[in-house]
């Protein structure tokens, strides 16, 4: 009896090969004079990041406007309001842009995008965050995005409720700072899942992805936080109720090597 056994190859959908090898091989090489063929994923097309850039600027705020007159009537509310105040009253507000949405990482390249769809980018540290925004787009001063640009973001947010949706005064800064569940992804929210959402998810006044992850701030540079080093968490993420973690909500964390799955930074640009 012939001591062979027929093997076939699969090198690609397209071709095979069928080989004749003895039976009690337990290893043989293949050589072909061509390589197997492989599907390389090709990159994707994605919207101009133009899209996603929303213009910040609380030095246009009217701070006659009943929203920005409001008293605040909790202390996140407190703190948010504060955070404004004293940059105005010391002359250093200033404007800047944000992302409405989320970051992502390239499914074939790595590289930082903002496109709806996809995976949040999270699994990174915060120091990482501070070398990977300050490389996003150098030529902007890109950054993570500090404490008070932060307030002001949410400060926008409260505006935009009002002025835009009609919202009263006092339901947006409940909104905003300390009932956060209608406006994004938490665990209280509607139609909540047990996960994160793709990046895109759950618009409201032009800004994408509020809670689903916490968001990393710097500390201001004038701050003494800042001499004592570490960062701020911003919110909660899909695991919070929309109470405990508010967009407002802020915590400082000095663990900054630590490989984050529940939060990303955000990005500032000039």
């Known amino acids: 009896m012939e001591n062979t056994a027929k093997m076939e190859y699969k090198a690609s959908e397209r071709r095979s090969i069928e080989l004749m090898v003895p ?25 101009p990041r133009s899209e996603f850039e929303r213009r910040i ?3 246009a705020f009217q ?28 002359g250093r507000l200033h404007a800047f842009t944000c992302m409405a949405i989320d970051p992502s990482f390239d499914p074939v390249t790595g590289e930082l ?7 949040p980018a999270v699994g990174k540290s915060y120091n990482d965050w501070v070398t990977i925004l300050k490389n996003y787009a150098p030529e902007r001063n890109s950054r993570v995005m500090t404490r008070t640009e932060g307030a002001n973001k949410n400060l926008e947010l409260i505006r935009r409720l009002v002025t835009w949706k009609k919202v009263s005064v006092e339901a947006a800064w409940d909104a905003v700072c300390d ?23 759950r618009e409201v006044c032009g ?5 689903n992850v916490y968001k990393m701030l710097a500390e201001d540079s004038w701050k003494s936080w800042k001499k004592a ?28 090597d630590f490989d984050d799955y529940g939060g990303l ?3 500032g640009l000039d």
């Open 207 to 211: 800004f994408y992805d509020l809670g």
């Open 179 to 201: 009932h956060s569940s209608e406006l994004g992804h938490f665990a209280d929210s509607d139609n909540a899942k047990n996960g994160f959402e793709v990046t895109g998810s």
């Open 265 to 267: 930074g955000q990005l």
């Open 229 to 256: 080093g570490g960062f701020w968490v911003a919110g909660g993420n899909f695991n919070y109720g929309g109470d405990d973690g508010s967009l407002a909500d802020l915590s400082h964390n000095f663990d900054v």
């Open 23 to 47: 039976k009690d091989a337990t290893k043989i090489k293949l050589e072909f004079d061509t390589a197997p063929a492989f599907i390389v994923p090709e990159k994707k097309i994605y919207l």
């Open 57 to 59: 600027d609380p030095l």
């Open 63 to 90: 701070t006659d406007a009943d929203w920005l007159q409001y008293e605040p009537r909790t202390d996140r509310q407190n703190k948010t309001k504060k955070l404004f105040l004293n940059a105005r009253a010391k």
């Open 113 to 119: 995008v903002y496109q709806p769809g996809l995976p």
